[in-house]
C-alpha cells in the first residue's frame, strides 16, 4: 500500500459504543460513492458485501470500496464499539509543468473484511483520527486527514508482518516435513536452515516464535514420538529403536527418552504394550 504520493479528504468520522442493555441494532443497506473504513473492537452481527456474509468479531476491519453494495447488521442486545471514517483520496501528480491531484478509482489493496491479530495500534489510530474529528477543534481537518494517512500506514504495517508470518509459518512446515522423513539422520542446524534458504541464527529465531520450541526439542519430540510407534506398532526393541531413529547409543536414546516421557523406553513398552 503506497501511500507517498496519495491525497486524503474525509467526508466523516463516527465513533459508537453501546451497552448490551441499549436496543438499538444497526440496520444498513446502502451503496457508497466514497470509501470507507470500519474497526470492529467490540460487536455480533453480520457484514455483507459481493454476495458474501461475514460474522463480526473484534478486531475485525471492514472495507467498503466505492460503488458496493453492502448491508451491515448487529444483533439486538449485545454491546458494541466501532470507528468508521469515510473518505475519498487522489493521486499527486509532480511533474515539470507542476503539481497535480487527480481521483484515484483504483480502491486500496484492502480485503472487503479481516481480523487484526493485536490490532491495539490500529485501534489506538482509529479512536485518536475520531476523537480529533469529533472535537472540531481549529485545524481539525488537516489533522485528520494527517491522522488517516497513520492509520493506513498502521494497517500496511500490521498486515505486512502478518505476511512474513504466514510465509515463514510455510516454511517452518517444510523444515518439520524434512525432520519427519529425516528422523534416522543427524540432523544440523545448518541442513535445515538451507531448506528454507535462511540462515541458522535466523531459523533458530522465527522456529521458537512460531512452535515455542527450539529446533532440538522439537526434533526430539518427533523422534519420540516415533519412538513410541514403533514400540506400540511394529514390537520394536529399545535397541532396534534407537538405531532406527540414528541413535548410536542406545543408552543416550535412553536418557532422551526418559527426559521426554517421565519414564525409560523398557518401563514404557511394559506399562503401554503389556499393562504392568
Not at 62 to 73: D, F, N, T, V
Not at 193 to 213: H, K, M, N, V
Request: hydrophobic share 40%; proline share 3%; glycine share 6%.
Amino acid at each position: 500500500m503506497k501511500l507517498n504520493n496519495l491525497y486524503f479528504h474525509i467526508h466523516y468520522c463516527n465513533a459508537r459504543q453501546s451497552t448490551s442493555a441499549d436496543d438499538r441494532p444497526i440496520r444498513l443497506q446502502r451503496t457508497l460513492s466514497h470509501h470507507e473504513l470500519i474497526y470492529i473492537a467490540e460487536a455480533k452481527g453480520t457484514f455483507t458485501i459481493g454476495g458474501k456474509t461475514h460474522k463480526l468479531r473484534s478486531g475485525m476491519l471492514l472495507y467498503i470500496r466505492p460503488g458496493a453494495p453492502h448491508a451491515i447488521e448487529t444483533v439486538p442486545g449485545t454491546a458494541g464499539r466501532f470507528y468508521s471514517v469515510h473518505f475519498s483520496f487522489g493521486r499527486v501528480d509532480i511533474g515539470e509543468d507542476g503539481w497535480g491531484i487527480r481521483e484515484e478509482v483504483q480502491p486500496l489493496p484492502l480485503q472487503a473484511a479481516q481480523t487484526l491479530a493485536d490490532s491495539y495500534q490500529v485501534e489506538d489510530s482509529f479512536r485518536r483520527l475520531a476523537e480529533t474529528w469529533l472535537a472540531k477543534l481549529p485545524g481539525y481537518e488537516f489533522l485528520s486527514a494527517a491522522l488517516l494517512q497513520q492509520l493506513l500506514v498502521a494497517i500496511a504495517l500490521k498486515l505486512k508482518k502478518a505476511d512474513r508470518r504466514f510465509a515463514a509459518s510455510h516454511k517452518i512446515e517444510r523444515i518439520i516435513r524434512y525432520m519427519q522423513d529425516h528422523l534416522q539422520d543427524k540432523l544440523t542446524l545448518g541442513q535445515l536452515a538451507e531448506q528454507a534458504q535462511w540462515s541458522p541464527t535466523y531459523l533458530s529465531r522465527t522456529f521458537r516464535d512460531i512452535t515455542g520450541c527450539t529446533v532440538i526439542e522439537y526434533i526430539n519430540k518427533l523422534k519420540m514420538d516415533k519412538a513410541k510407534e514403533m514400540m506400540l506398532m511394529g514390537g520394536k526393541k529399545v535397541k532396534e529403536v534407537a538405531k532406527a531413529l540414528g541413535y548410536a547409543d542406545e543408552f543416550y536414546f535412553s536418557r532422551v527418552f526418559k527426559r521426554s516421557e517421565g519414564m525409560s523406553p523398557s518401563e514404557y513398552y511394559s506399562k503401554i504394550v503389556h499393562g504392568v
